[in-house]
């Protein structure tokens, strides 16, 4: 492979919704333009970038891929990302690596809920989108249709650069508006082959149409243009390329294309229409990033060989028999192979030994990558996905990716007792490869809890643990942390003697106990007088009251809020001890908390859903049968209410789940602790029937 500089290179990232053709399209891409040796296909899982068992087996991507296409002498980086919202999280980081994106929508589907938050995700970063009408040679595939979608629900800017001839079985080719020129293709042709002829005369109708709708739009973008059609003089196909590129940009324009990836239809026209119409890594807008490991302060980062090296790992990628390999996207500067770089995010130097580019899961190794290519390198020692790759005489740290975060949320147990330490290090290794895909342990519960953005991404996770690393789990709902507390106050004694021959145990109190407020924990309080109990007895019946607490009365959960006195009781000089009073605190503890009128706290959460406000009514609906308390909502854009309650945790198990179901996955929600309430009675009482009966069983097979 020849080197490339940032004037010569292209990063696009193929997003839409699942199934839409998207990693079909990469794999055409490249094979088109001879930079990979076979046109694959998902039913036979031989495409270029879908290569892990867990793809090939499914039948649709799960992590990002890259690739490249060279073209005109032009490199065209491929990143080919993931279309079901289970994974988004890769789609967002192939937008971050990327200058532009290409929006791939289906001629059968049509604009889905992945392609809008894919669209608006590269609208929001303000890279330039460039649509293709993908499929086009499936049945029931109407590209109008899709235009009109794109037009209605994505952006009033999109306008037809090429169109269809036919579609379904009859999809023959395509006219591309700037050449004026139909581009006819041989029926059953793997290899592109096509015919360059004149518009057909049933086309022209529908050309001319089109033609003139693309004229008025580019035009409307720039006052020179503007004026010269309306003068009548013809806009030339340089001028209106340029146009179009500049629009780009702006995005005030957005074209669209039509192919059909599997007969490679449109496919050589798509690659020189990425080279004239994206912007080269060159003229992407300047970066700022914070200098030095502290980022102390910024600086600005240009895609130029002579500015010192910055580089952003968007990816990391487990391989068996070779570690992770982590893809980089060169903002700055240029990198030679074997070269030591600094990790400015975790203070390390790195070496970059066997420096590559990404062809699928093939590496091809390089000498020197430049400014604004995209690479990877294996077996770094501690560099992880949003590290920043730089020098040590010019350490900077780039804004890192802002990823979601997961939703979904399950207990993890090994199959297996000796696979609990594999099993650690194998979720632990799944989150630097995912940042998604997180993992602790609640010490509360003695769960070890995994989360994620869906249960078919929890799903998948596991399927790699596996694979990767040999160990088999189980799922189950996690446990909830409830607490209890008391709403009323008691008295009593706790009395511990023991006499078996030689020196006996005597400890003896009395205590009163009494509920503080919420949040202000426990609180112990020694009222003794007169030296009925020693002084150095009294904390042992705290630590006594402290560790019988812990337990609970109703349910087997942390006792909190509440306080204790200590006012009386009485000791043997020969018998008593710390141990001795510790028991006696135990026993007062559970003789003195059932009078106090215990009840059940559940942990609540503060819950934001983002709904289209036609499904609002079935959002609220929803939460109140979930018990839930709606503080209020806002309005954050047209057409979209932002709904705010506080939640049981007991209710919100696989509620994203829902929430998708129930919104067709137009909705978004976060949530976040916000802290402990009283149960209701019935609710509570069937908690404490379930501890119950957990106990008994516990019991029984001990």
Known sequence: MREYRATDIRNVAVVGHGASGKTTLVDALAFVSGSSKRHGTIKEGTTLTDHTPEETERGYSISLGCAYAEWMDTKINLIDTPGYLDFHGDAIAGVAAADGVISVVSAQGGVEVGTEK?????????????????????????????????????????????????????????????????????????????????????????????????????????????????????????????????????????????????????IQAMLTELVQLMPSAYEMEELHGFKGAEGDH??????????????????????????????????????????????????????????????????????????????????????????????????????????????????????????EEKLQQGLHRLHDEDPTFETHYNPETHETIIAGLGERH????????????NVAAELTRPRIAY??????????QGRHKKQSGGRGQFGDCWIRMAPRPRGDG??????????????????????????????????????????????????????????????????????????????????LDHVEITTPDRYLGDVMGDLSGRRGHILGS????????????????????????????????HAMYKRRFHGYEQMPHEAAQKVVNEAAKAKKEEEEEA
């Open 298 to 419: 910024t600086v600005e980062i240009h895609a130029v060989d002579t500015n010192p090296f910055a580089a952003l790992v968007f990816k990391t990628h487990s391989e068996p028999h070779v570690g992770e390999v982590s893809f980089f996207r060169i903002f700055s500067g240029q990198v030679a192979n074997g070269q030591d770089v600094f990790n400015a995010t975790r203070d390390g130097v790195e070496k970059m030994g066997h420096l590559c580019v990404g062809q699928g899961k093939e590496r091809i190794e390089v000498p020197v990558l430049h400014a604004g290519d995209i690479g990877c390198v294996a077996k770094l020692k501690n560099t992880h996905t949003n590290d920043t790759l730089s020098t040590k005489e010019h350490p900077v740290r780039l804004f890192q990716i802002d990823f979601p975060e997961p939703v979904v949320h399950f207990a993890v147990h090994a199959a297996t007792r000796n696979d």
């Open 634 to 665: 806002d309005s954050p854009a047209a057409g979209l209410t932002t709904v705010k309650a506080h939640v049981p945790q007991a209710e919100l198990h696989l509620y994203a789940t829902d929430l998708s179901s129930l919104t067709h996955g």
């Open 483 to 492: 607490r209890e507390t008391l709403t009323g106050t008691g008295d009593g």
């Open 118 to 266: 894919t669209f608006h995700e590269a609208v929001s970063r303000g890279d330039p989108v460039l649509f293709v009408v993908s499929m086009m040679d499936k049945e029931h595939a109407d590209f109008d249709r899709v235009y009109q979608q794109v037009k209605e629900r994505l952006t009033s800017k999109v306008v037809p650069v090429e169109i269809p001839i036919g579609s379904g079985a009859t999809f023959r080719g395509v006219i591309n508006l700037f050449t004026r020129k139909a581009y006819l293709y041989t029926a059953g042709s793997k290899a592109s082959d096509y015919t360059e002829a004149d518009i057909p005369a049933d086309q022209k109708e529908t050309f001319d149409k089109y033609y003139q709708e693309l004229i008025e739009a580019i035009s409307a973008t720039d006052d020179t243009l503007l004026e010269r059609y309306l003068e009548g003089a013809e806009i030339g196909r340089d001028e209106a390329i340029n146009g179009m590129k500049e629009a780009m940009k702006r995005m005030d324009l957005f074209p669209l294309f039509a192919v059909s990836a599997e007969h490679v239809i449109g």
């Open 458 to 469: 929890l799903d998948v996770s596991l399927a790699k643990l596996r694979r990767k690393y």
């Open 522 to 603: 426990y609180h112990f309080v020694d009222k003794i007088v007169g030296g009925v109990i020693p002084s150095g007895f009294r904390p042992a019946i705290d630590r006594g009251i402290q560790e019988a607490s812990a337990r609970g009365i109703l349910a087997g959960y942390p006792l909190v809020d509440f306080e204790v006195e200590l006012y009386d009781g009485s000791y043997h000089s020969v018998d008593s001890n710390e141990m001795s009073f510790k028991m006696a605190g135990i026993l007062g503890f559970k003789a003195v908390a059932p009078k106090c009128k215990p009840i059940l706290l559940e942990p």
